[in-house]
Every structure is written in C-alpha cells, then in structure tokens.
C-alpha cells in the first residue's frame, strides 16, 4: 500500500494514464505545503511549491523538461510571468534616470565576464562556458514578481529588482539568440542560412510581441480588468500569442515580455490587473516552480556543484559590485545598494528554458552545460527566494511600507 | 507642559505647508518613497522646506516666512519643480489632492514604534483611514490677543476655503458625494472642530491649564482644530483646506486668507461672537459636501446665500488690501475658478472619472496637474 502510494509521488513526468494523477497529488501537496510555510513562517507560498519540488528531484523522479505537455504550462507560464515583467518595465524610466540604465547593462554584462572568467578557470570549453555566462546574466523575473507580490514589497530596491530582472532578461534572451547564430556563422558558407532564423525570430517576436500589447490594450481599454471574464480573455490572448510564436519558432520568451514591455510603453495610461493573470494561471505558476525545482538530478548536481557554486559566487559579486558603485548617481542609498545587490540572485524557469533551447539546438555543447546549469538552479532554488525576501525586509519594504499617520 | 509663550511675528505674513501624495508610476497607488525622495532633495539648496511625514508616501514642503503672494508662487514653484525631478528619477509621482482616490486603507500598516502604536491602539481604525492630505496656511499676528480676535472672525471663512480647495470627493475607491471628504476623516477626531471662544491670551491660557489637567492633552499639538493658535511662531494656522491639485490654487487660497486677515484687522468689519459658531458645523457641512455650491447661514441674519455669492463678494470687500498686498493675481485665480464649469478641483476630479472610468488613470492626470506638465 505504501509502496504503490510513494511510486505513485515519485512517477516519472510522462505523458501517461496516470499523468494527471500525479499531476494533481503533486498540485495539492505544493498548494498545501505552500499555505504552510505562509502560515507558519511568512514565507512566500511559492517555497513551498519548490520544497516539492525538491523532494521530487531528491527522488530522481524530476522531469528531463522534454515533456511536451510540462514544457507547455511552463512555457505558458513563463510568459504569463514575462509579460507581467515587460507590464512593469517604464522605458522612460530609464532615459530620466540614465544612471539605471548604466546599472543595469553594467550589472548583466559583469556578471557574464565574471562567469565566464570563472568557468574558464575551472577548464570548461568556451563553447560551454559562453553560453551558461549568458544564461547567468539574468535575474528570474518570476521569482522575483512572485517573492514581491506575495510579500506585498514596495520602494525603491523592490522596482529596481523589477526592472533589472526584466532588463538582463531581455540582454540573455536576445544574446542567446546572436550566440547561437555565431556558432552556425562560424561555419563558412553558411552565413545566410545562420543569420536568417535569427532576424526573423528577432523581429518577428518584435511583431507578434507589439501584436499582442496592442490587442491586449484593445481589451483592456474596454473591460473591466478586475472582471473575471476579462480576464480569461487577457490570459487566452497571451496564450494564442505563445502558439503563434511557437509554431513560428520566434522566442516565447522574448514574446511575452516584449508585449508586456510595449503595452506599458505605448501610452502612460496604467494597467493594473490581478497578478498572473487570476486563478487560472496561479496553477501555471505552481507547476512551473514544482517542475523547475524537481530538474536537477543529486548524482548531477555531486559532480557539478564546485563550479555552479563559483558560477553562482562570481554573478552574485559581480551584479552587487556593479549596482554599488553606481547606486548614488542613480539616486540609491549604500544599504539599498547592498540589498538591490544581494537580491538579483534567482535563476528559475528562464534560465532552465534557455538551457534547454540551446542543448536542443547545440546538443554537444548542451550535454556539458546543462549539469552545470541545473546544478547552479538547484542551489539557488531555495536559497534565492529567501534571500530576496531577507534583502526586501532589511530594506524596508515589506510590512512596514505603508504607515499609518498620526492626525 | 504648559502654554508656550507667543512668540510675535509681522503682521499678515504668510507660510504655506502642503501635504503631498507620492505615487508609484505602475499602478497609482500610494508608494512609500519619502526616504529615497528626501535624501535625493536634501542635496539642493531650497528656500522652502522639506520635511517626512508619519507615514512613508506622504512629504510636506513648507514655505518660508513669505510676505506676498509672489513669494509664495516662486517658493512653491522652486520646491515643487525640485521634489517632481526627483520622483521622477525613483520612478515617481507626487500629487496634490485631499485624499488618494482608490488606496486601500486596511493595507496600511501603521509605524512601528511605541508612540504610534500608543496612537494606533487608541484611534482604531480612524488612524489608518488618516491617510488624508492637507494644505496648512499661518498668517502672523503681532499679538497672541490678535491672533485669538483674528482666530475667531476668521471662522466665518472656514467654509469659503474649504469649498475653494475641496479635492477629495473619492475615497477608497468610490465617489463619496462630497466634494471634501477628507475633513469627514478629521471631525472623527476627539479634539477636533472648532477652537473655544477666548479672546485674550490669559483666558485661553487658563483653557488650555485646565484641559491639560485633565490629562487629555499635553501640548497645542494635541488640538486638531480647524483654526488653532501657533505660539511657536506667532501665527494663526488655519488647517480646513484640502491639498489643491496645483500649487498656483494653493498660494491663491493663501492670498485669500492673508487679505481676508488684513480686512479683518484692520477694517473690524464685524465683532467674533459665540453666536457665529451656532451655525458653524452646518456651514462647514455644506461646504464640503458641496463646495462652491453649498449654501451657508449667516447665524446673525439668518440669511441663507451661496457659497459662490459669498466668495465674490468677500473677494470685492478686501479688493483694497489686494492691492496693498500685491495679491491681485492670486485673487483673480479664485474668481475665475467660482465661474469655470469645472471650477473646483473635486468637480476637475469627477469629470475626469467620467471620462475615463479608471481611477489610475485619473491620480495619473492628477500628478500631471500638479507638476505643471
């Protein structure tokens, strides 16, 4: 009876009759588990999802990401999370803070050479390291949107981890794609059959992602966003527009977020709606963080751990060392530097979805980047979360962010 | 601690204090963005001040000792251009108006230090639901006896400025009917209304001796009148206005109070009464709920007139002291605002709701409003 209950939990991803079985046991103990270290510790409910998660991958039973329908809720979730990234992201932000901006492009761009100089010490080939240093680059917006929302986090360093995660996002999405066109380029002769894919995935994600704001911007003008119907119309249309953009082989990461940047930037007029898009893509969001926190494998992360855990150092130095130096230009205080610094750590269902388009596209290189990848994942996946949620309230900005006043 | 002693100060000068609103640029909302703002502030040189206040998305700037109109304008004009440079780089707004159209005040958590807590616990929810904005006006007195005579006959102004500055007909998100809700969240207050009537300095000293024995207050600070002595700096500040959404209606209505004062004073177009509180609260009803438009009794002839009327002519019978005070321009202001069809700033408000049917969207316009973009 115990036997079949546990093989039950541990039963592989696959799609088989007893999928959905699985899929629901795993649902409810993530939703029980995460209302547990809400209740009990004030944890974000999202830790409890990974600690599955991690009970899952400590199993073996983790899922290899190849899964078509587990790679669609997390594709599907992901550009839930991309776009409502892209919706907090004010351009004009940047141009009257230049100084941000700066921050920003020197944190991701450090934090690569700092990765990328590590991983060479440790002897690994350029043709893995490069790829996993553009990978490092960015921050998981999902984490972060969820640690946030969750804590009801407010101020500066809360919209500065919003935008740096949506910005270094951005950088590793659209320097994977040139990366990746590089090491066809590379290849004489084949320049044209290179580069093509790769402007057409670039302006075409442009295209749908714009598509997307704008009728997005259509609907929201018209209804009311707290109305439920409202919504399964908004969450419909950035599925349909994930479809598209797959079946298209554009970039469904860069789609979302690109549509969720282009609706915030096409007018000042806000859009407010209740996160992930309701109750519907709340269970989006759960796999996705179930399955990201069940994609390493122990005996992988054994033999990797030494350098995910340099690889994870070198980033974390680097991005707090580039935010430091700029944080009084850019109007920040030292101990929010220090926060803001401390805090661009997760890396979640981004960076696992980037390492598995590139080892689907470069399977050599791919099978020797992806146990350093899950490793670093792995490490991070519990301790990131905390850690944001630590630097958030040594900042300030949870619990004590609104005061009441005195007449 | 006992009454201070009042310190005098120039006739008729003027100090204006405004409290702001900070919103976020993603969702309108309140956001507590004081600290980052002040310290980015505090490395200009301001003639006004800029000081926090209790809660985190609320600052107040307040002007220097100003003798005109135009010192008023230019100070509010420098520290607001300032404070709206500085949102800007945090990802900011600042807004005027009385109350936040749609913030939620169960989510707003109070301080957490001893004192407020103390406060916390003894108000309840009436502390929390204290997330109003006001503006503050002190006009100096030569006296304390003049500046408890000039308290008084001031009274009969109350409902003219706060129909002229009313900005708050929504709270929590809905319309509340009232074109200045926010007083509603005050009057709640025990020591809140009106002032008692004494008229010399030692009648009102042995007031405040008697109430402090009692325990219930311990300093002027604890009254939150709508008129009250200020002996720290020998003025009377009057405290009914409601934030204006532009800094321009917020020095106007200062230039108002200022020439009304020097009328009073030096004219005694009246003598203050006791009988002139009989219909005190009935008058500053109608004047917030329906601003301009509300109509106000005269306790002594028991004429009943507009607001709009009365304003007008208040406006004509200090006409020489304008001119004395080189406050003309202000005036104006007010007189064009009592015939524009969206003459209050409550009704500027409203109409942009019905517009847009989005209340982000009209605390957006807001801040526009008051940055002068």
Redesign the interface.
């Known amino acids: 009876m115990t036997d079949a209950l546990w093989s039950l939990i541990t039963a592989p991803w696959a799609l088989e009759p007893d999928t959905l079985l699985v899929a629901a046991v795993l649902a409810l103990a993530a939703a029980l588990l995460g209302e547990v270290v809400w209740r009990t510790l004030r944890w974000p409910r999202m830790l409890g999802y990974v600690l599955v998660g991690t009970a899952l991958a400590l199993t073996g039973g983790g899922p290899s990401g190849h899964e078509p329908a587990l790679r669609l809720a997390i594709d599907g979730a992901l550009a839930l999370l991309l776009f409502e990234a892209g919706v907090?992201l004010?351009l004009r932000?940047l141009v009257?803070?230049p100084w941000l901006l700066a921050s920003s492009v020197a944190e991701a761009a450090l934090a690569g050479i700092a990765v990328w100089i590590v991983l060479r010490s440790f002897a690994i080939t350029p043709g893995v390291a490069a790829p996993l240093a553009i990978i490092s680059t960015a921050v998981s917006p999902a984490v972060m949107l969820r640690v946030v929302g969750e804590l009801?986090a407010?101020?500066?360093v809360t919209?500065r981890l919003l935008?740096l995660a949506a910005l270094n996002t951005l950088y590793a999405v659209l320097a994977m794609k040139l990366f990746s066109a590089g090491l066809l380029l590379s290849d004489p002769g084949t320049w044209l059959d290179a580069l093509s894919p790769v402007l057409f995935s670039f302006f075409g994600s442009i295209l749908v992602g714009a598509a997307l704001g704008e009728g997005l911007a259509l609907i929201a003008r018209r209804l009311d966003l707290r109305d439920e119907n409202a919504m399964v119309l908004l969450l419909a249309a950035v599925l349909l527009a994930l479809v598209v953009a797959k079946t298209l082989q554009l970039s469904a990461l860069l789609v979302p977020l690109l549509a969720g940047i282009w609706l915030r930037n096409r007018s000042?007029?806000?859009w407010?709606w209740p996160r992930h898009f309701g109750s519907a893509g709340g269970v989006l969001v759960l796999v996705m963080f179930v399955a990201v926190g069940s994609a390493w494998r122990p005996e992988a992360l054994e033999a990797s751990i030494g350098v995910a855990a340099a690889l994870v150092l070198a980033r974390t130095v680097a991005k707090s060392l580039a935010v430091l130096t700029l944080a009084r230009p850019?109007?920040?205080?030292i101990g929010?530097a220090l926060c803001l610094g401390a805090a661009l750590l997760p890396m979640s269902g981004t960076a696992w979805v980037l390492g598995l388009d590139f080892a689907a596209r470069h399977p050599t290189s791919g099978a020797q980047m992806m146990p350093v990848l899950l490793a670093a994942l792995a490490l991070l996946e519990l301790a990131a979360p905390l850690i944001v949620m630590a630097c958030l309230r040594v900042a300030g900005?949870i619990?004590?962010?609104?005061?009441?006043?005195?007449? | 601690m006992s009454l201070e002693t009042f310190a005098t100060s120039k006739a008729f000068t003027l100090g204006v204090e405004l409290e702001l609103q900070i919103v976020?640029?993603?969702?309108?909302d309140?956001?507590?963005?004081a600290a980052?703002l002040l310290?980015?502030t505090s490395r200009r040189k301001l003639a006004a001040d800029v000081k926090p206040?209790?809660?985190?998305?609320?600052i107040e700037l307040s002007t220097g000792v100003c003798e005109r109109h135009r010192d008023v304008i230019t100070q509010l004009h420098e520290v607001r251009d300032a404070l709206v440079h500085?949102a800007?780089?945090?990802?900011l707004h600042l807004c005027g108006g009385g109350t936040h159209a749609f913030q939620d005040w169960s989510?707003?958590?109070?301080?957490?230090t001893p004192r407020?807590r103390q406060?916390?616990e003894l108000?309840g929810y009436l502390?929390?639901q204290?997330?109003v904005f006001g503006q503050h006006v002190h006009i100096g007195c030569i006296s304390p006896d003049q500046a408890l005579w000039l308290l008084h006959a001031m009274s009969r102004f109350v409902p003219h400025v706060i129909a002229l500055s009313a900005s708050s007909p929504f709270v929590q998100g809905t319309d509340t009917g009232f074109q200045s809700a926010r007083l509603n969240s005050?009057y709640a207050?025990p020591l809140?209304g009106r002032a008692p009537f004494t008229l010399t300095w030692q009648e009102f000293g042995v007031y405040f001796e008697k109430m402090r024995r009692t325990g219930v207050v311990e300093s002027m600070k604890d009254f939150?009148w709508d008129i009250r002595p200020k002996p720290e700096f020998g003025t009377i500040e009057i405290r009914v206005m409601d934030t204006p959404l532009t800094v321009e209606r917020a020095a106007a209505i200062a230039a108002y109070l200022q020439c009304v004062a020097r009328w009073l004073v030096l004219e005694r177009p009246f003598e203050p009464q006791e009988d002139d509180y009989l219909a005190y609260t009935y008058n500053r009803f109608q004047a917030c709920r329906f601003g301009l438009d509300g109509v106000v009794v005269d306790p002594t002839t028991a004429e009943h007139r507009p607001l709009r009327e009365l304003i007008a002519q208040t406006i004509k019978d200090v006409e020489l002291h304008a001119i004395e005070l080189r406050a003309e321009t202000g005036l104006a202001l007010l007189r064009d605002a009592l015939v524009a069809p969206d003459g209050s700033d409550a009704t500027w408000l409203r109409n942009a709701q019905a517009h847009e049917q989005?209340l982000?969207?009209v605390?957006?316009q807001q801040c526009l409003r008051f940055e002068g973009a």
């Open positions: 907090r004010n932000w009257r803070n009801r407010a101020g500066q919209e935008a000042q007029r806000p407010v850019s109007g920040l205080g929010q900005e619990d004590v962010q609104r005061k009441g006043k005195q007449p | 976020g640029r993603h969702d309108y309140l956001a507590p963005g980052d310290r980015l206040e209790i809660t985190s998305s609320m500085d800007a780089r945090l990802n989510r707003r958590r109070i301080f957490d407020f406060v916390s108000y502390s929390k204290f997330t005050v207050f809140s939150y989005y982000p969207e605390v957006r």
